[in-house]
C-alpha cells in the first residue's frame, strides 16, 4: 500500500485525494482490508492527512518525505550446539 501512494504523490510534493474504496481497488484487496492499510499507513506516521474529507469527499493525503530508514535487523545469537 505505501508503494501505491508513493506512485500517487505528485512530484512537487502537493496532496493528493483517494478514497477507501480507491486504495483498496488500486492493491487488488476488499474495502475493509485497504481501509485498514491506509490507517495502518496514518498510524505509523508514513501518510499525512493534509486535508480531511468531508460530506463523502475523500480525504488528502501526503507521503512523509523523506520515509524514515527501516529499523535495523535484531541480532539474534546462534543456537547453542547449531553450526555457527
Given at each position: 500500500?505505501?508503494?501505491?501512494?508513493?506512485?500517487?504523490?505528485?512530484?512537487?510534493?502537493?496532496a493528493?485525494a483517494?478514497?477507501?474504496?480507491q486504495?483498496?481497488?488500486?492493491?487488488?484487496v476488499?474495502?475493509?482490508?485497504?481501509?485498514?492499510?491506509?490507517?495502518?499507513?496514518?498510524?505509523?506516521?508514513l501518510l499525512?492527512?493534509?486535508?480531511?474529507?468531508?460530506?463523502?469527499r475523500?480525504?488528502?493525503?501526503?507521503?512523509l518525505?523523506?520515509?524514515?530508514?527501516?529499523p535495523?535487523?535484531?541480532?539474534?545469537?546462534?543456537?547453542?550446539?547449531?553450526?555457527?
Amino acid at each position: 500500500m505505501l508503494w501505491c501512494m508513493v506512485e500517487l504523490q505528485p512530484a512537487d510534493g502537493s496532496a493528493f485525494a483517494i478514497t477507501y474504496r480507491q486504495a483498496s481497488e488500486g492493491i487488488g484487496v476488499g474495502y475493509a482490508l485497504g481501509a485498514h492499510a491506509v490507517l495502518s499507513l496514518r498510524a505509523k506516521r508514513l501518510l499525512v492527512v493534509s486535508r480531511k474529507g468531508h460530506a463523502g469527499r475523500a480525504n488528502e493525503y501526503r507521503v512523509l518525505n523523506p520515509l524514515p530508514a527501516a529499523p535495523a535487523a535484531a541480532q539474534v545469537p546462534p543456537a547453542e550446539g547449531g553450526a555457527a
